[in-house]
Nanobody
Framework: VQLQAYGGGLVQAGGSLRLSCAAS????????VAWFRQAPGKERAFVAS???????YYADSLKGRFTISRDNDKNMVHLQMNSLNPDDTAVYYC????????????????WGQGTEVTVSS
């Protein structure tokens, strides 16, 4: 079981990025997939999650700017990030776990390697 996150990069404040998470194995259609982020010196924080059915859940502070989606046929989950600001700078991780709206990192068993997002002011 492997997850691979990619799509990060350097973007100016106000810009957008689309992160992707590619999953292998049969877990994808059975599990929820979430995005977390970890800024320098801070704990890993929940961003958004999506169940196998497509139902979504977001961190309150990110609603309206971030959109999570999934393509079960392609084993992919995406995170569209709009109106980015320097506070969004972090390493973004995708994770897979039980088909629930869990928000704690310890509740997810499978993790990708992370992709770095830097937002310049």
């Amino acid at each position: 079981v492997q997850l691979q996150a990619y799509g990060g990069g350097l973007v100016q404040a106000g810009g957008s990025l689309r992160l992707s998470c590619a999953a292998s194995g049969r877990i994808f259609t059975s599990y929820a997939v979430a995005w977390f982020r970890q800024a320098p010196g801070k704990e890993r924080a929940f961003v958004a999650s999506i169940k196998w059915s497509g139902s979504t859940y977001y961190a309150d502070s990110l609603k309206g700017r971030f959109t999570i989606s999934r393509d079960n046929d392609k084993n992919m989950v995406h995170l569209q990030m709009n109106s980015l600001n320097p506070d969004d700078t972090a390493v973004y991780y995708c994770a897979a776990g039980p088909n629930q709206f869990y928000t704690l990192a310890r509740q997810y068993k499978y993790w990708g390697q992370g992709t770095e997002v830097t937002v310049s002011s």
